[in-house]
DNA sequence: TTGCTTTACGCACACATGTGTGGTATACTC
DNA sequence: GAGTATACCACACATGTGTGCGTAAAGCAA
């Protein structure tokens, strides 16, 4: 079995994909289209727009235009490639310690995590983060569409804003909700994975609203 | 000046510092000099640079000459919040180092586990278990009624029985698949959770049969 | 006082960088 | 054969963006 991950992709542009998510995974910062060029020895910016529009197209990036570095990666978990080598010194582990709150109090200037229940020690290549994570343990089934079930835990990055389609964790009214964000024209839409409930509508002048960070990963035990 | 954790930092350097931190994270991409000024009503790109100067000379960032968006966060640990609460007792925690294998082969008289490809290490009450674990990368929606989507990890404590109803991994003529077991007079039937697949019908005195293990939890990544 | 640091403005310059247009060539499908 | 997607090159243009330089006010220590 070949390719069983990203079949949609030419390798072309699965190359391109991986080397553009694997700079702002190292370096913090996305490639231009002439770095591309270069790495891909395309002497043509041109050559690059195409395959960065084939990338778009496709939904693994977006592009915000005109700024600089303007790249997006939008599927992280898309590229991650198999390391395909067998490696010989098993390298070293990082480990993180994650508290599981019970309750998560929006104070400024920054979040304030309450009430540490348990903490879980976590392999830091299954929650890959540069920032301090925390875990939360999910209520109810608002998100279950989206493979994450009453009793789960999710791993959320702390942060106060979020990117169209982010899976996050608010403060809504004093609560604390996972929903994925959609902002519109001074709006704010929560979306709930969940057929059977509807979307919350926030106006954030007459509503309490916060982010509390973004959903990074989910765990669950049987 | 009244802050006890980076005194080295005035504070606008550190809501600075911060900032550039918070864009890293949340958008993938460095600000740029006017994009910090603009947050900060700084009307002069100069008055910007003067800041970021000074966090370049107390060692909180770097910048690449010449390269837009070229700053690089040198203390990720001090944009962090701070760590929320001593911890009165902080207990024992033990971790297990779960290898990640994509073949799993069956011999006797226990499981040999082949092509490591890396070794995640988890809290061990995350993945409560006597024997040894190990993980595997899910391919494939056939569980997705259960809440295990394609890509996911699976945690797998080796045993040659299950009983009716465990999840469990189980060779199948050379391949390793994961479904919910249920033997029936002789026959075993193995069930996706999925409405769209049908159940697998072995016979075990026809069919190379052998459960591997059963799953004893999941996580996923973002 | 002098000197140093921090904070801040204004502005011009050069290069970094995204974008658009127009080509060529190959392969595949209908 | 027409149409479409991929994979390239070459080049021009507008704007994004870092950098340099000068100015100035306020606070603090020697």
Redesign the interface.
């Known amino acids: 079995?070949k390719e069983?991950q990203h079949t949609d992709l030419t390798t072309r542009q699965r190359a391109i994909f991986s080397y553009i998510a694997e700079r702002?995974q190292s370096?913090?910062?996305?490639p231009?289209v002439r770095e591309i060029g270069e790495k891909f020895n395309l002497s043509s910016t041109g050559s690059v727009r195409t395959h960065l529009r084939a990338l778009i197209r496709k939904g693994y990036i977006s592009t915000q235009a005109g700024i600089?570095?303007?790249i997006?990666?939008l599927k992280?978990?898309a590229a991650r490639q198999?390391?395909a080598k067998?490696r010989s010194t098993?390298?070293a582990?990082k480990?993180l310690?994650i508290?599981v709150v019970g309750r998560v109090a929006a104070g400024p200037p920054?979040?304030?995590?309450?009430d540490?229940q348990?903490?879980?020690?976590?392999?830091e290549?299954?929650?890959?983060s540069?920032?301090?994570l925390f875990a939360l343990h999910v209520r109810g089934d608002s998100m279950?569409d989206a493979?994450?079930?009453d009793g789960?835990?999710v791993f959320i990055?702390?942060?106060?804003?979020?990117?169209k389609g982010d899976?996050i964790v608010a403060i809504v009214d004093g609560e604390a909700t996972i929903k994925t964000y959609f902002p519109a024209n001074g709006k704010i839409r929560l979306q709930p994975a969940n057929d059977k409930l509807q979307p919350i509508l926030i106006d954030p002048s007459k509503t309490e609203f916060q982010i509390v960070g973004?959903?990074?990963?989910?765990?669950?035990?049987?």
Chains 1, 2 share one sequence.
Do not use: N
């Not at 370096?27 to 996305?30: A, D, K, L, T, V």
């Not at 973004?214 to 049987?222: D, H, I, L, S, W």
């Open positions: 079995m069983s702002v370096s913090g910062r996305p231009t600089s570095r303007g997006t990666i992280p978990s198999r390391p067998p098993p390298k582990i480990t310690q508290p920054i979040l304030a995590v309450e540490i348990e903490i879980l020690e976590l392999d290549q299954l929650a890959p540069h920032g301090e279950i493979g994450i079930h789960d835990y990055r702390p942060q106060k804003v979020a990117q899976m973004k959903v990074t990963g989910m765990m669950r035990r049987f």
